[in-house]
């Protein structure tokens, strides 16, 4: 049997920083382990059960939670996002929502960060309002299906993580 793992070359090797809610949005983004074990990463979620069983071993900070809707975590989320992209200055900046990714993509834009967004896989037919919010901040705009390619001009189908 041949190892079919992708090989990375040292200077191939990126410093990731994965925002996202905990639970599916997490869980999506765990699913693109294939590509990222290779490289220097870090999260940013919630301080909730399923992030710690998922990301154990992992680098995590955790973010200020709910965020939905919810002015006074998005402003306190802004501020560690500051503080979190200073001190790990990660090449990029990935993310599928909710609502943490959006003060890590304004202050990551504001930085030079790149930023990568994927639109979560289960909304179809209307954006989300973090899609919404995030898109203008995107280096890149990446889709699962592609009805969602006709609701984000200038977006990118990828097909479907799962």
Not at 74 to 95: C, E, H, Q, W, Y
Not at 100 to 111: D, E, N, S, T
Not at 129 to 158: D, M, N, R
Request: charge should be positive; aromatic fraction near 12%.
């Amino acid at each position: 049997m041949t190892d079919t793992t992708p090989k990375v070359e040292t200077s191939e090797v990126r410093n990731l920083l994965f925002v996202s809610s905990a639970g599916g949005h997490l869980s999506q983004l765990l699913q693109l382990k294939p590509w990222w074990q290779h490289h220097r990463r870090h999260w940013v979620t919630f301080d909730l059960a399923d992030a710690h069983s998922k990301l154990d071993g992992e680098g995590v900070t955790y973010a200020y939670y709910p965020t939905t809707r919810n002015i006074f975590n998005m402003v306190r989320n802004g501020f560690l996002a500051f503080r979190t992209l200073r001190r790990l200055k990660p090449d990029v900046i990935i993310s599928n929502g909710a609502g943490v990714a959006f003060p890590f993509f304004v202050v990551g834009r504001m930085l030079g960060i790149s930023t990568v967004y994927i639109e979560v896989y289960d909304r179809i037919d209307s954006k989300t309002l973090t899609g919404k919010l995030c898109k203008p901040f995107a280096t890149e705009f990446l889709v699962q299906w592609p009805e969602q390619a006709e609701l984000y001009e200038g977006s990118t189908h990828i097909g479907a993580l799962y």
